[in-house]
């Protein structure tokens, strides 16, 4: 007990074998990675969301046709699957089709044409656009591959206009994913500045941002929807209504993302380590960006995945109903305008797989999200 | 001496709880008995196991834990209706845990005082309703009848103004009435066996006064048995009768108050006893220290679980093997290699 | 007592709002600390003992200035020789005067930042007081390592990869590493497990000699206190009861409420009985505290003038300190000889 380090202990315990240390010096996202991958389903999802990303960075490159190419001869086409195998091998082909015009209802009823295979390539040239914006190319992901210029490819079918659908869904994703996703963005930046100004500092300024949550929760969203899209001057072109519809959105979203950020303040000013960072003589600026801000960082990533699947919808929603994006803007809640009547759900049933789609992202970023939130606080023991 | 028979009697229990970690070998083979009339203390830090034990004992292991091993066996209340003496003897390890047997037991004959004292109530109804509720669960009373038992019983806990406290709810309580209220509860089907888990690690000192006494003097009153459950061995000294030391999950020591508080036999036992400053020691010394840590529950050393931290450890032997309890005075048992040794040589 | 005074407090008052309504009008307040005065003189470890709610807390973070006193003054000798009134100081004066007073906390877990490194938690200090060059920085933190008993290796790992005891050692050195003259540390063994308790309890013994610290030391496990504290102080619902020198307090208390005290600690020798004297009643709110003497209720000594007059707090022998009306007529038990 006389030597000035006899209070150690003798640190055998502490030789720790590789998988401990491993774990000793693994920091916070480490951790969140490491119990979020537990999650298969998740895991999977996320995949999934790469896979639709992609689609919006490029959509033109999975995208077969022009989207906005109009055919009345080619209307109502259904869907043509595409098949792996030919004759036992590996080779990509879809069903050609037919039409032939019913002599009493005058419509063009489609037939699968047995004698004949459209033969599908990948990489295949097509119309040229540019990759990115910048990349002049023609290439795309599928297309038809015997050269004929009469044979097309539609993999989910035609609409009434006798527009690809398939090309439509890809242009529809990039748009309905974005305005997703910057409304999250923008609802995250209100949501934290207000919320932190709220938590950080309470007082005066937590009692107005305070009411003006509630008031905002408290209203009836689908009328201020209706209200305000429908101010949008109708002489507007698709990108400034794009961009208003998702200003509108996040408007009246950040409120949660504020309740959640000024919670987290409020928890958090009472935490000993931020205590003990200002004993130390921190300025403000820096307990709040290193101590405050990346404690609450990977809730607020999950509250912002769980954020954007409402998003989505309320787009999709707005623009069915006729009251957000409108032609010839493409979303996905436009693509199913489409289905809007009994007949067309009847005649062309391939028209709602948008709404598939919708359903399966929803879904996915609410995994996702799940996920996240349940590795978000790898600390709790 | 003639002894009695015990009322409980534990035999090599092992619980154990599988995470995806790996595998939480919360308790390790630990037997003990414990007499009617009699207060069986419980000591060990934070992890070692003690909790879960109890919660064995009353059958409440929830999953992922599982007993894998062991006997509890249960000396019942006398079934054949009145006049009758027969008592029988049950294994609760082989009850359904949600049986009719099981419930029949836990709570009218075994009533576990819980370590969260804000776990024993409900916060949504009074007090007394939940009293009455536990009452009339046991008991054939109409629920006038079962509010007259539970005024009783708070007057015997103690409790000022019983009729209003009763109409209460448990979070307007002030620590020391919460307390009193939860071995009210406790109390309510007149057990023969109350175990206090920590019930004063919550609480103030002169609270935690006020609750042992009253402990004690129930424990006279009722001839009930009382398993008192702490780490704080100043508590344990105050209220047991026998004392059982334990570390990660198995049992070190176990006998008297007095013979482990005056002659401990164990390493652990006299380690911890000399490393508790009192207000008796002599002020600014270095405290004899135990080195290291508790060892992370995943990580368990091999052979015997105190030998890293052992000052008297025998490399070799103590690393090597898992040692076993053993008797070294009229009632008191150790399990350390130092006294098989000792045993072997004599 | 010959040591020069570090930290002299005067009069402080502590109040808590309680806010009601909508527009959060003051309803009242909790009395968290009301009027309290006593000295720390340099070099001494000062006790600072009571129930919980007592107000223990918030005296130690009205002394650091985490919290703004409601009134009072803290006069504190700075390095320098200056004596500053610290509770008139603003953010930005405090500043320069932090690395003199630190602070170690109770919650081994709460006090450290899980997202940083060992290295960022006990370096932060000195990076924000001037140290910008990150090699001077790693050599301190090692130093502080080993000061407190941890392998510098350890300096890239996280919080989680330690125990307890060993988390309260990275507490210690970070509030060491701007080398304070007052370390205040508020129950800092109160969270560990008992094998872990003495070990921390002779580290910092042993700090406190070699880097002649003082320790305001907040606790209520009164054989802790007894063991390393020159001078205790007793608190009841915001108010000192009790003041003096360690030995002589637990031997003689002069106050009723430091016997009851006393008397409910459970000596671990099951020979000698204890812990059996009770104490009626429940410990007031600091919100509506009772008149007069905020002990009467319970008081066992109780007179008429105790339930209408508060006592004052009066030196009844040299460095003794009591708030009771009684304190001279009565014969109180202590609990060592
Ligand atoms: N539900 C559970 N799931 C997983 N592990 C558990 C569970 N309950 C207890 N354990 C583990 O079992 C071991 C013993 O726990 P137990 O609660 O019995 O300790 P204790 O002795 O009561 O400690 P304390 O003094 O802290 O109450 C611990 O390592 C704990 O982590
Ligand atoms: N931020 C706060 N706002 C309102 N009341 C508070 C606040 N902090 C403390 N109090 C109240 O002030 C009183 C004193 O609290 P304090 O934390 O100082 O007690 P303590 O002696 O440290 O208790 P413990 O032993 O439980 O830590 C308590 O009644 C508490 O409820
Ligand atoms: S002043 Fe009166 S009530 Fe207060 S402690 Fe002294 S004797 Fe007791
Ligand atoms: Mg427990
Ligand atoms: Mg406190």
Redesign the interface.
Known sequence: MSSPTAAAPPEAELAATAAEERVSVASNWTLVWWRFRKHRLALFCTLLLIGFYLVVLVPDFFATQDPEATDAKQAFIPAQPLHLFNAGQLGLWAPAVAGKRNAITLRMEWQVDETRRIPVGVFVQGEPYKLLGLIETDRHLLGPASGDAKDRLYLLGTDRLGRDQWSRLMFGTRTSMTIGMIAVAFSIVLGVILGGISGYFGGLPDLIIQRLVELLQSLPTIPIWLALTAALPQDWRPEQVFFAITLILSLLGWTTLAREVRGRFLALREEDFVLAAELAGCSRMRIITRHMVPTFMSHIIATSTLAIPVMIINETSLSFLGLGLRPPAISWGVLLQEAQNIQTVALAPWLLVPGLVVIVAVLAFNLVGDGLRDAADPYTH | MNAPAPLLSVRNLKVQFAL?EGVVRAVEGVSFDVYPGKVFGIVG??GCGKSVAMKAVLRLIEAPGRIVAGEILWRRKPQGGPGSTQEEVVDVTRLDPNGSVMRGLRGAEMALIPQEPMAAFSPVHTIGDQIVEAIRLHQAVSPREGRRLAVELFKSVGMPMPEQRLDAYSWQL????RQRAIIAMALSCNPRLLIADEPTTAV???T???V??LLRQLQQERDAAIIFIT????????VAHDVLVMYLGLVMEQGP??AI??APKHPYTQ???R???????T??E???????????PF?RPRGCPFH??CPQSMPGRCDAATPELQAVGPDQSVSCFLYQTAEAKA | MSAPVLLEVKHLRKYFPIRRGLLQRVAGNVRAVDDVSFTIAAGETLGLVGESGCGKTTVSRCILRAYTPTSGELNFHTKEGRTVDLARLSRAELRPLRPQMQMIFQDPYGSLNPRMTLFDIVGEPLLVNGLRDRQARTDQVAELLRLVGLRPEYMQRFPHAFSGGQRQRIGIARALALNPRLVVADEPVSALDVSVQAQILNLLLELQKRLSLTYLFVAHNLGVVKHICDRVAVMYVGQLVELGETQALFQAPRHPYTAALLAAVPVPDPAVRSGDVELKGDVPSPANPPSGCYFHPRCPFAAEVCRTEAPVNREVAPGRFVSCHRADELQLPGVVQ
Do not use: Y
């Open positions: 995806d830090e934070s002030s620590g020391g009435l103030d000192v002169t935690q006064a006020q042992l006494r780490h704080d061995l100043g508590v344990i000294a105050q108050v007095n508080f005056h380690a911890l006893l490393s508790i400053p009192t207000v008796q020691s002020p600014r270095p405290l004899p220290t135990i080195s290291g840590s508790i060892p992370h990580n890293p931290r």
